[in-house]
């Protein structure tokens, strides 16, 4: 049987004399500890560690050794010699060739500066590295890096404003995906995956970083066709901040570029609708709606407001479809309403109010609007065909006996 003590500072008497009277004490001590179990074997690097222990014990101050003890049982810690929950009882297989390396517990004023400098040596970072590995949301699935290290932390984009980064995209094999320079995006939006999304707003103008990511924040079970992921991909993602400006005052923004930011933000509610991520796409197309929906301060001609209205409906239409998705009822009928506020005969507007009403119960209105989406599109089938199928229900509760009602 072995004792071991895994972390055991190594011996630094400069005084002979004194470790020659200290050893007699660590003797007597060991003798004492051979007398309660005489299997007790001790390595070289346990007698030092004792010498040492008793060494301070004689060199120290009766007062101070007892402030000493009285502090390490307030703190619940016990030296080797006063507890013997310090060792480890280990059998001989057990035990590896060589010993653990021993480390200094404290006091260190016999440290040499030839081993400073090889501690300093060992712990000093490798070159070029500033940190190491973030773990953004504690969960170990997505983590930042920093590379080179930027202008600060108030130099740090905040949520809302527009970003632009150099993107090296990667598999976990180091596969190259894609390689896009100066990608322009607005922080917080939703308008790039999750990863960068939550990842560049902890990055410093000028910094460069390293984010590994789970699929979950970035192109998930699905994957992705451009740029081509395989589905449940982990990406490795080399990313430079190059700036962050403030986003453009949309009170003062030309009534096309308006247009087109809105259109922008739709179809990136529509990729997220396309992928299922539903509430995402509902953060999107509210965005957007945002945009159709704020006030100017320039001149806009006719078509220019037909135009925005045409983006507004449309983002009202696919924003009801999210919701339904997302079992949110009472919100896709309100979407709905508003859509067909500015667009009466709006048939995608008609069709969903009406699959809204059926979903909630209400199965005479349901079919009453689905009605005037069939009035006006005859042709399209999907409305007839839901109305069948509601008739059906209503009948199989009102009329158990064969035969119909309308």
Same mark, same amino acid.
């Given at each position: ?71 390490? $049982? ?273 048939? $995608? ?58």
């Amino acid at each position: 049987m072995l004792v071991r003590y895994c972390h055991v500072p190594q011996l630094t008497s400069e005084n002979r004399k004194t470790r020659e009277s200290s050893r007699i004490t660590c003797q007597k001590r060991i003798d004492s500890l051979v007398t309660v179990n005489p299997n007790i074997q001790f390595e070289p690097s346990h007698w030092q560690f004792i010498v040492r222990m008793t060494e301070k014990e004689e060199t120290m101050d009766a007062s101070d050794s007892h402030d000493s003890v009285s502090l390490a $049982k307030k703190n619940g810690r016990t030296s080797l010699l006063d507890s013997g929950e310090d060792f480890e009882v280990l059998n001989e297989e057990d035990i590896d060739d060589d010993p653990p390396p021993l480390e200094d517990a404290g006091g260190g004023k016999g440290k040499s500066a030839e081993s400073n400098n090889t501690n300093a040596d060992t712990d000093a970072d490798p070159p070029g590295q500033v940190e190491e590995w973030l773990d953004v949301l504690g969960n170990d699935q997505l983590k930042k890096k920093v590379l080179e290290a930027g202008k600060g932390r108030d130099s740090r984009p905040q949520k809302g404003q527009n970003v632009k980064i150099n993107l090296k995209t990667y598999l976990k094999d180091r596969t190259l995906v894609e390689e896009q320079p100066e990608v322009s995006f607005t922080l917080g939006d939703g308008d790039v995956i999750q990863a960068l999304d939550l990842t560049v707003q902890l990055m410093e103008l000028g910094e460069k970083a390293l984010i590994q990511t789970d699929a979950k924040y970035a192109y998930g079970a699905r994957g992705s066709c451009k740029p081509e992921v395989p589905p449940d991909a982990e990406l490795s993602l080399e990313v430079e901040l190059l700036e962050a400006t403030d986003a453009a005052d949309l009170e003062l923004l030309p009534p096309a570029e308006k247009i087109a930011l809105a259109s922008h933000k739709r179809e990136r509610g529509n990729v997220h609708y396309q992928r299922g991520d539903y509430a995402f796409a509902v953060n999107s197309y509210s965005i957007a709606l945002q945009i159709t929906e704020s006030s100017s301060k320039v001149d806009i001609s006719p078509e220019e407001e037909n135009e925005l209205m045409d983006v507004k409906v449309k983002c009202l239409n696919n924003m009801a479809a999210s919701q339904l998705k997302l079992d949110h009822f009472d919100a896709a009928l309100k979407s709905c309403v508003s859509a067909l506020a500015h667009q009466p005969e709006n048939i $995608k507007a008609l069709f969903r109010m009406g699959k809204v009403l059926a979903l909630q119960g209400e199965y005479t209105e349901a079919i009453q609007t689905l009605r005037k989406a069939l009035k006006l599109e005859p042709s399209n089938k999907v409305p007839l065909t839901f109305i069948f199928v509601l008739k059906k229900k209503i009948c199989s509760v009102l009329c158990p006996v064969d035969g119909a009602i309308w």
